[in-house]
């Protein structure tokens, strides 16, 4: 967090290159010249068991450097395909930037896109949205992701928090549901975000390094009220599918997991970021939960590239004044191979910042991790097929930008 000021003024020169056409030049000799680059000293860190995951959930600022880093990353530890889960909202730099990122990767990538919020005061705003929804799926966006903004930092004019399940939005909802557009949601953040901020939290380090991430005191909504809230908006649209990320915003509370995912079979989930809470549960316990859903769960990891390349890995990095590399990175990801794929006890879990414990491994079954890593996300998020206008790995056009993907913006 607080690198993110010095970091500013080159993004807002790197924002300059990002538009569709400068970017789709620069990334398609990298993108050939990676594919049978240098694999760094160290072994590859892949995963054993599925040599094609797809991570159901990444940030991905578009930007040449950000992709050129990116790749290096997937193809070391394994990624085949992934999911950039902030594309921005329609119409605008970056959302027009992702697209250009979308036609030159094709089938490689899916991108969740944001709804603007400027205007929440005015009584038509959602209806207003409808249009813009329209748009993404033209633009072969698979949904909305909402941030946790919604409930615990967007206000109206009169100063009073949104809820999340307030009714004036309720259009967006059915609208995405009538779109086929999934609606990824990041409700709340880990239960000890809401309470004192004090060295005697556990996730003090995480708090001090970004004190923003606090939700304790004034008139902030409680966890317990967040979940409520998140679990009245799932009932009320059962023809809307949620991805309801980071374990259900629930990584603490297996039973509540459970309870929305056997309870709403519109929903699915994703592990992003809470491989440190989830492995701290008994290994049986969790094993149970994967295997009884194992439809419905996405492998997810919010691995950050931000336009000058540099890397967030599940959240703020634990060194101090420094930032991870392309090895750490391998590693975050290695740290999520063997967290599910052996029954290792008391192991390193991805995200040190996120807590001073260990974790103990769930080892998954085969046909499980294989729905896990791969099935899951294909089927929800990849069904229908985004051909590339070039074949980054060929450096070629190979086909058209479709029909269906609607005129250029202007
Ligand atoms: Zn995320």
Same mark, same amino acid.
């Given at each position: ?20 056409? %400068?970017?789709?030049?620069?990334? *398609?000799?990298?993108?050939? =010249?990676?594919? &049978?680059?240098? +694999?760094?000293? !160290?072994?590859? $860190? ?30 070391? %530890?394994?990624?085949?395909?992934? *999911?950039?889960?902030?594309? =921005?909202?329609? &119409?605008?730099? +970056?959302?027009? !930037?992702?697209? $250009? ?26 209806r207003k ?11 072969g966006i698979? =949904? ?61 380090d995480e ?204």
């Amino acid at each position: 967090m607080t690198l993110r000021g010095h970091r500013r003024g080159f993004r807002r020169l790197v924002a300059r290159f990002v538009l569709f056409g %400068a970017i789709v030049p620069a990334v *398609v000799p990298f993108a050939s =010249g990676c594919r &049978g680059g240098e +694999r760094g000293g !160290a072994a590859p $860190a892949r995963s054993p068991a599925a040599r094609e995951v797809i991570d159901s959930h990444v940030h991905i600022t578009p930007s040449m450097v950000a992709l050129a880093t990116a790749l290096q990353v997937f193809e070391r %530890a394994g990624i085949g395909r992934f *999911v950039v889960k902030s594309a =921005g909202a329609v &119409g605008s730099p +970056r959302y027009r !930037a992702t697209l $250009a990122l979308q036609r030159v990767l094709g089938d490689r990538m899916r991108a969740f896109a944001q709804l603007d919020w400027d205007g929440i005061d005015d009584p038509d705003f959602a209806r207003k949205q409808v249009p813009n929804l329209e748009r993404m799926r033209r633009d072969g966006i698979v =949904g909305i992701k909402i941030f946790k903004n919604l409930g615990l930092g967007l206000r109206t004019a009169d100063g009073k928090l949104v809820p999340p399940d307030d009714p004036r939005l309720d259009e967006i909802f059915e609208a995405c549901g009538r779109l086929g557009l999934i609606v990824a949601w990041h409700v709340a953040d880990p239960v000890k975000f809401f309470d004192p901020p004090t060295p005697d939290n556990e996730r003090w380090d995480e708090l001090q390094l970004a004190p923003g991430w606090s939700f304790h005191g004034g008139d902030f909504p409680s966890h317990a009220e967040l979940m409520a809230a998140q679990e009245r908006r799932i009932a009320r649209h059962p023809k809307t599918t949620f991805l309801l990320i980071h374990f259900a915003n629930y990584a603490e509370n297996l039973d509540y997991v459970e309870h929305i995912l056997d309870t709403y079979p519109n929903v699915y989930t994703d592990t992003s970021a809470r491989v440190p809470e989830i492995g701290r549960h008994p290994p049986e316990r969790v094993r149970a939960l994967f295997v009884r859903h194992q439809d419905r769960i996405l492998f997810g990891s919010d691995f950050i590239v931000e336009g000058d390349g540099s890397m967030q890995l599940g959240s703020a990095w634990h060194v101090p004044d420094a930032l991870p590399g392309l090895d750490d990175a391998v590693e975050f990801y290695a740290r999520h191979w063997r967290f599910f794929e052996t029954t290792e006890k008391q192991i390193e879990h991805p995200t040190p910042i996120q807590g001073r414990w260990k974790v103990d491994a769930i080892g998954l079954p085969p046909e499980v991790l294989r729905k896990f890593y791969v099935t899951n996300a294909e089927r929800l998020l990849f069904r229908e097929p985004l051909p590339a206008v070039f074949d980054p790995l060929e450096g070629m056009v190979v086909r058209r930008r479709p029909p269906s993907q609607g005129p250029a913006e202007p």
